[in-house]
Structures are given as structure tokens and as C-alpha cells.
């Protein structure tokens, strides 16, 4: 079984910054995508950003170069630093992981922008 406990989520004004962590448990394959989709309220779920087994980034056009993700030598633990932070960024933001024919979720965590 495998589990993904997210945090950093929270309230921060336009041009902000936040940090959300997302750490995995269980079964963690050592190649595997994770990474971050958002929903914000009446819109679908958007990728945000993935890291790929190979270490490649792939950003959302709307976030490239404000967001940066990386993730630890474990391969189980990911970081994403939002930056410049504006109030289109405001949505539940959820961790995915995927290894093999398996995409596990976190419980996601909200992310507001707001004056």
C-alpha cells in the first residue's frame, strides 16, 4: 500500500511564496513519476508539475518559471516552490505518484491567494 502525506498548504498574499512537501510510504518503486495537479473551485484538475524517473521537470505553461520542483535521492519525497504567487493559484493542490500500471493521491492541501 502505498500512502502520500502532503503539507505547506495555506493563506498567502499575491507575489508570495509557499512550499508544499509531499512524502511517500509503502511500496515505493525507485523509478516513478510524482508530482502535483491542482484543482481550483468549477475548473478541472490541472497538472502542475511532474518529475519524471530521469529527473526531468515538466511544468504547466501557467507555471513555468514561478514553480520549481525537485525531489530527494529517495525518490520518495517532493517539493514544490511556488513562487511569485498569484490568485490564479488558488486551488487544492494533490500529490501523485506513479510507478508501474499504479497513480496514488494524496489527500491534497489547500492553497489560497488572497489580499
Known amino acids: 500500500q502505498v500512502q502520500l502525506v502532503e503539507s505547506g498548504g495555506g493563506v498567502v498574499q499575491p507575489g508570495g511564496s509557499l512550499r508544499l512537501s509531499c512524502a511517500a510510504s509503502g511500496r515505493i518503486a525507485r523509478l516513478n513519476t510524482m508530482g502535483w495537479y491542482r484543482q481550483a473551485p468549477g475548473k478541472q484538475r490541472e497538472r502542475v508539475a511532474l518529475?519524471?524517473?530521469?529527473?526531468?521537470?515538466i511544468y504547466a505553461n501557467s507555471v513555468d518559471g514561478r514553480f520549481v520542483l525537485s525531489r530527494d535521492a529517495s525518490s520518495k519525497t517532493v517539493i514544490l516552490q511556488m513562487n511569485n504567487l498569484n490568485l490564479e493559484d488558488t486551488a487544492i493542490y494533490s500529490c501523485t505518484l506513479r510507478q508501474g500500471s499504479e497513480t496514488y493521491w494524496g489527500q491534497g492541501t489547500q492553497v489560497t491567494v488572497s489580499w
Open positions: 518529475i519524471t524517473p530521469a529527473g526531468s521537470t
